[in-house]
């Protein structure tokens, strides 16, 4: 049996499930498998603590230009979905991080400028002999975009014979796609907020545009959560099981240990939700931010800058505190335009409740179609598709030819398979992949989107956000762009740092926090953006908190706020309020000395 783990988005306890869940079940006898597929920041060997005996470098073809052969006509360029080239006074400029290696480049050059040749962007590690259960994870390479080529590698990991449970990432874009395609069941595990349920709906629309069967599991439950429970009746889906919410579980979790050590009732808990196991399949609900409608346009007011810097807060993966922070410092900050990079799974709209003046379709590349009357089963388009996106299973046509079929799940909308037809029997149409916003609110413009589910191509989304940010920052002389980024270190993040003037990497005093706050330290010292460090929830681990403060100093850089632990911030998240609007709390306290060390930072900058 194959499991998927999945969230709408990072910090629900989605890892802490799924290993709590291996070791139940290892312990209890089954054959058990545990496969991190959040190959982006995998956080599971941190409390397996395995002894990787095997190693598998993930290779995809890159495109390499040859200068001589080059006449500049910009055709590679032009032909380019992802804008990863550009031709300027006749030289190829090629920006590896925005490259999906799909093979265009190297087709459509004239001149045969463009070869390929394998690269390495990641790897997956295996322990065979870990006890008491088989564990492997992938490592996605910094400032690499490919994370779906990784996850595939490590479900080359899967084993029929036993219960294989995958991790994926969190959200619902490409990398999630793969870990949970193909699964036997996807678990989504949630908590009982109004983020919880918006996550949770995202994550239900994935799942089940997959068809996967799915079930729910409610964690750090207070009894009936009734805000899940109320969508899951509505939507016709089974609660799997409940995990309660417990101070204790989340200083286990800090100190990188196994809940089910410390609580045996846990254990228990987790062999009945696999032995009862229910899962549904129903038709995915709508996506209600995609068909909002805008109400017209707000007169914004001018303010009196002359130049703009870009505040970006991202975090090593969800669930750290990250757009908590980002609602509050739009209460605390002054003119700015606020952006929401995190088109995956946003959430900053949940406390600003933005009223929306635009609305706009976004067109994400193309997505191909074949005329099976014209196909003649050549398998030219099949061996050409390097997403592995075209199959020779596709409908007999009137002639008799077995026809190739495009799994639109699959396809990146790279435009190669129209181009190496030879029978000009695939098209390619504009793919609309979701929608931005401009929005009014209390606390200023907004700039905000949402990815349509297992839609591709998020970090160009991410880039149309931004894009629209800085034009309304100068248009409207506003001396700051305030932008609550995405988790992970993927393409969606790289595209919403590169060029900021600012990163605030907020993190949490936990073995996972200090693991992930290193890899996304690396990721902005590799596009070279400063960045500096809070740390939420200070007080619950200080011994990890004070590795954080070191690690900070390795990257010669420092900790800029200390949030400490405070009850208050979960009853501002069900209010949907900012933290600071709520009360004044230790926590609204904290944030606020936070905003006067970023604004003392930014002032610093302006003036250097």
Not at 73 to 100: P, S
Not at 493 to 519: C, F, K, N, Y
Request: net charge negative; with cysteine.
């Amino acid at each position: 049996m194959v499991i998927a783990i999945a969230s709408g988005k990072g910090g629900t306890g989605k890892t802490t499930f799924a290993v709590n869940l291996a070791q139940a079940l290892a312990e209890a006898g089954e054959t058990v498998r545990l496969l991190d597929c959040d190959v982006e920041e995998p956080n599971d060997h941190l409390f397996v603590k395995p002894e990787f005996t095997e190693e598998t470098e993930v290779t995809v073809p890159k495109p390499v230009w040859h200068e001589d052969r080059c006449t500049g006509c910009g055709q590679c360029a032009e032909a380019c979905n992802y804008n990863a080239l550009v031709v300027v006074k006749g030289k190829v400029l090629l920006f590896n991080q925005l490259c999906h290696s799909c093979g265009v480049c190297a087709h459509i050059c004239p001149e045969g400028a463009f070869t390929e040749r394998e690269v390495a962007i990641g790897k997956v590690q295996a322990a065979p002999g870990n006890q008491p259960f088989y564990f492997a994870h992938g490592l996605l390479d910094i400032g690499e975009a490919l994370a779906p080529s990784v996850v595939r590698g490590v479900k080359e990991h899967v084993d029929p014979a036993a219960i294989n449970i995958l991790d994926a990432s969190p959200g619902t874009a490409c990398p999630v796609v793969e870990a949970v395609s193909g699964a036997d069941a996807a678990l989504l595990v949630t908590e009982p907020t109004p983020f919880g349920l918006n996550d949770l709906k995202l994550a239900v629309g994935l799942t089940l545009k997959l068809g996967v069967p799915t079930g729910i599991i409610i964690n750090r439950s207070q009894g009936e959560d009734r805000i899940i429970a109320d969508y899951a009746e509505e939507v016709g889906l089974p609660i799997a099981g409940r995990i309660p919410f417990k101070r204790s579980y989340a200083e286990a979790y800090s100190g990188g240990h196994l809940l089910v050590d410390e609580d045996p009732q846990l254990r228990e808990d987790l062999l009945r939700m696999y032995r009862d196991l229910q899962v549904a399949t129903v038709p995915p609900p709508a996506d209600e931010l995609l068909s909002v409608d805008a109400d017209g346009a707000a007169p914004f007011t001018v303010g009196k800058a002359t130049s703009y810097q870009e505040l970006t807060i991202i975090s090593g993966k969800g669930g750290t505190g990250k757009t908590t922070v980002a609602a509050s410092l739009a209460h605390l900050s002054g003119d700015k335009i606020l952006a929401d990079n995190d088109v995956d799974a946003a959430d900053l709209h949940l406390i600003l409740a933005p009223r929306v003046c635009e609305a706009q379709d976004f067109v994400g590349g193309t997505k191909a179609e074949i005329d099976a009357d014209r196909c003649r089963g050549c398998g030219t388009c099949v061996e050409a598709c390097h997403f592995g996106a075209i199959r020779r299973d596709g409908p007999v046509n009137d002639k008799g030819v077995a026809t190739a079929r495009i799994d639109p799940l699959l396809c990146e909308g790279c435009g190669l398979c129209p181009l190496v037809c030879p029978e000009g029997a695939i098209e390619g149409h504009d793919n609309t992949t979701g929608r931005w916003f401009v929005s009014s609110t209390d606390h200023g413009p907004m700039v905000h989107a949402r990815l349509g589910i297992a839609e591709e191509n998020s970090g160009r989304l991410v880039t149309c956000v931004r894009n629209h940010s800085a034009e309304m920052a100068r248009d409207l002389k506003r001396g700051l762009v305030l932008a609550d980024g995405p988790p992970g270190t993927g393409c969606p993040v790289i595209a919403s740092v590169t060029g900021s003037d600012l990163v605030l990497v907020v993190t949490e005093p936990t073995v996972s926090g200090v693991h992930d706050l290193r890899r996304v330290l690396d990721l902005a010292a590799h596009f070279g953006v400063p960045a500096l460090v809070a740390i939420n929830k200070a007080d619950l681990n200080r011994e990890q908190a004070r590795r954080i403060e070191d690690l900070a100093a390795e990257y010669k850089t420092r900790v800029v706020g200390e949030i400490p632990f405070d009850p208050e911030v979960n009853e501002a998240l069900v209010a949907r309020q900012a933290v600071v609007a709520h009360g004044d709390g230790p926590a609204a306290q904290a944030i606020r000395g936070l905003w006067s060390a970023l604004e003392t930072e930014l002032q610093r900058n302006t003036t250097a």
